[in-house]
């Protein structure tokens, strides 16, 4: 059932902030499984580098240790010792000449070069200069952002235009790791590889989407960052506005890089500006041991939002008069993330009132377990009248895929795999972000010039009450957080 592997050619990958947590967490670990797997080739490197003081068996031990504790299944296996082999380090420092000459001698010119920029955004300039200064990288290579891309309209802007010094555009790969999901690759795979839902696919016949990416955690040690991003930059610019266009967007002609980002570009042009009555933020509390926001951050005036919800509209001829509600927040009741489409009603029911009203709805289940489901209405079993009832045709990916659904690979996995393949089709173009950061930023500007609090909520809970009559008021209601 899982997609067959097929190695990926020579490549040397260098981290850039390969001692962080992302690369400790993320990167080094999703290369270690595509190594298990077949896809990672035995002359393929991964090198290091950072300005701690380490040579390349210290780095390897320090590799080895967080794969420990990242990947404790797989380290027992044989592969973990020539994996590991495959490691190199090198000392830089990114705003000096220290170690550039170093990292052009490991850097071989016969194989596909990706250097990864896991470090702070404003670094990314000076990467990209000495990277052509001392010849490392070629016109073939390509780089690897991680967010945030810009914190807002100018600073991305600024940053397309240091990368575009030194890169083409079709060099450069903004991750956004939700378009690495399974799942959201299935939504264009449900979307365009299944006639039953296109002819329903509108405004016509859908009543709204619902979109929520409900976390449990807290901010967990990113407090610094957190509190200068707040969850419309951190989730909604690029996470959940990814999800939108893949939801939103028209079908590509084909399933290429330009043709799907040209789509997802049109959506996000066509994005109405946000009523201040249609934007509710909120801040957890404490409760119990659970630390505020406030202590989670160590900033007792902090006005930033761990929570928000939005009504948005899309201004074109598919879904005038369908609102998107978009939520999303950290402490909440549970980690569940989904996508509701949810249709209008039958025109006219034969059933008479007592039938009560009923609305079918399509929801794919981002994570956790992974899966669609279709509510349908059916006569309530038994005797007597015609009563109804709506019931949910549950396909739960993992158990309709079989044992083997485990091997389904993490988003960073495919996402690094790509790089390497030269696919750019589920990362963000400079345009797509620019676009996303013009409709953002009218909406933080709403609440920052009338200097505006977000409302508490309980850690735990659903968000804010308010978020609740964001639907209310328009006769609909969110889903359960569960
Ligand atoms: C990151 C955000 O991009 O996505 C985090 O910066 C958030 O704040 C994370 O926790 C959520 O990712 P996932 O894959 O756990 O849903």
Redesign the pocket.
């Known amino acids: 059932m899982v997609s067959r592997v097929i190695p990926v050619q020579a490549f040397d990958l260098v981290v850039f902030g390969g001692t962080g947590d992302l690369a400790k967490r993320k990167i080094l670990p999703s290369l270690f499984r595509r190594f298990v797997a077949g896809q990672m080739p035995r002359d393929a490197f991964v090198i290091g580098v950072a300005r701690s003081e380490l040579d390349t068996k210290s780095y390897q031990d320090l590799v080895m240790s967080s794969l420990k504790e990242f990947e404790p299944e797989l380290v027992a296996s044989a592969e973990l010792e020539i994996f590991i082999k495959q490691i190199k380090y090198v000392q830089i420092d990114a705003q000096g000449d220290f170690g550039w000459s170093d990292l052009a001698d490991k850097v071989r010119k016969d194989a596909i070069q990706a250097f990864y920029f896991s470090v702070s955004p404003s670094l990314f300039g000076q990467l990209a200069e000495k990277l052509y200064k001392y010849s490392i990288a070629s016109q073939s290579s390509r780089i690897v952002l991680e ?2 891309f810009g914190r807002d309209l100018s600073s991305a802007r600024a940053l397309n235009a240091v990368l575009k010094e030194h890169f083409s555009e079709d060099q450069i790969y903004r991750i956004d ?2 378009l690495g ?1 399974e799942t959201v690759q299935n939504l264009m795979a449900v979307r365009f590889g299944n006639m039953l839902f296109e002819p329903l696919w509108n405004s016509q016949y859908i009543d709204h989407i619902q979109v929520t ?1 409900a ?1 449990s ?1 807290g ?2 040690g ?1 407090g610094s960052y ?1 509190d200068q ?1 707040g969850a419309m930059r ?2 909604i610019q ?2 959940l506005m990814q999800l939108l266009c893949l939801i939103a967007m028209e079908p590509p002609a084909k399933f290429s890089p330009d043709a799907v980002r040209d789509e997802k570009l049109k959506v996000i042009r066509a994005l109405d500006p946000v009523n201040s009555s249609d934007i509710v933020r909120g801040q957890y509390s404490n409760s119990g041991s659970d630390k505020s926001y406030f202590d989670a951050v160590g900033n007792p005036s902090s006005k930033t939002e761990s929570f928000i919800a939005l009504k948005v509209q899309i201004s074109n001829w598919r879904w005038a008069g369908t609102p998107f509600y978009l939520r999303t927040g ?1 402490k909440l009741k549970a ?1 569940c ?1 989904e996508i509701a489409v949810v249709f209008k009603e039958t025109p006219h029911s034969i059933f008479g009132p007592d039938a009560g009203s009923h609305r079918n709805a399509l929801v794919i289940r ?2 956790p377990d992974e899966g669609m489901t279709m509510d349908l209405t059916i006569k309530e079993p038994g005797p007597g009248g015609m009563r109804l009832i709506d019931v949910p045709l549950d396909m739960t990916f993992a158990e309709a895929l079989g044992p083997e659904v485990d091997a389904i690979p993490d ?1 960073y996995e495919r996402l690094i795999m790509d790089v390497i393949r030269g696919n750019q089709t589920l990362f963000m173009r400079g345009d797509e972000v620019e676009a996303a950061w013009s409709w953002t930023d009218p909406v933080i500007d709403q609440w920052v010039s009338k200097g505006s609090k977000p409302s508490k909520y309980d850690p735990g809970s659903s968000g804010p009450e308010d978020s609740l009559m964001l639907m209310h008021k328009d006769g609909r209601k969110w889903r359960e957080i569960s």
């Open positions: 967010k945030p790791h939700y999901k990416v976390e955690v901010v967990e990113r957190y991003a951190d989730m690029n996470h950290k980690r993330s981002l994570q988003a």
